[in-house]
């Protein structure tokens, strides 16, 4: 069973619809979770507008809580996707070996291959940020569900 982790800042914006997104597009082989970076919004759940915006393409995100990324989710799962540089260096902050290292990726990589291109935090932006992060993630998260699905 794979197990894939999405990470933000704060686990309320990008990496909870990044995870419902490819949730949707995987079977129950996979397990997806989420995370933040930071610990402002620990147990709470996504952004309104990220629910929102989630359930306009037939998503529910709205059991998700937000939680801190830890060093055991180098652990816990096979590959950790970082929505931006900064989350990214943060993580690799937390490897403790080149093994850790190796599972983390950034999710446009999926889309952009080499480009190491960040999602936008739609936070302090408008609706518009946000269904343009949809958009983006629902990309990557296309790449990664055929990748992994012509690999079983």
Same mark, same amino acid.
């Given at each position: 069973m794979t197990k894939?982790?999405?990470v933000c800042l704060g686990n309320i914006c990008r990496s909870p619809l990044a995870e419902g997104i490819l949730k949707s597009k995987l079977d129950n082989t996979y397990i997806v979770d989420s995370a933040g970076t930071s610990s402002?919004? *620990?147990? !709470?759940?996504p952004d309104p507008? #990220?629910?929102?915006?989630a359930q306009k393409h !037939?998503? =529910? *995100?709205?059991k998700q809580r937000a939680r801190q990324f830890t060093k055991q989710d180098f652990l816990d799962f096979d590959i950790?996707?970082?929505m931006d540089n900064s989350n990214y =260096? !943060?993580?690799l902050d937390l490897a403790? !070996?080149?093994? =850790?290292? #190796?599972k983390v990726k950034l999710i446009l990589n999926?889309?952009?291959p080499n480009k190491n291109l960040d999602v936008p935090d739609p936070y302090y932006g408008g609706n518009n940020g946000f269904e343009k992060v949809y958009t983006l993630l629902n990309d990557a998260c296309q790449k990664i569900s055929s990748t992994l699905n012509s690999n079983t």
């Open positions: 894939i982790l999405m402002y919004h *620990i147990g !709470n759940k507008r #990220s629910i929102t915006t !037939n998503i =529910d *995100i709205t950790i996707y970082a =260096d !943060n993580i403790e !070996n080149e093994i =850790d290292k #190796s999926e889309s952009f």
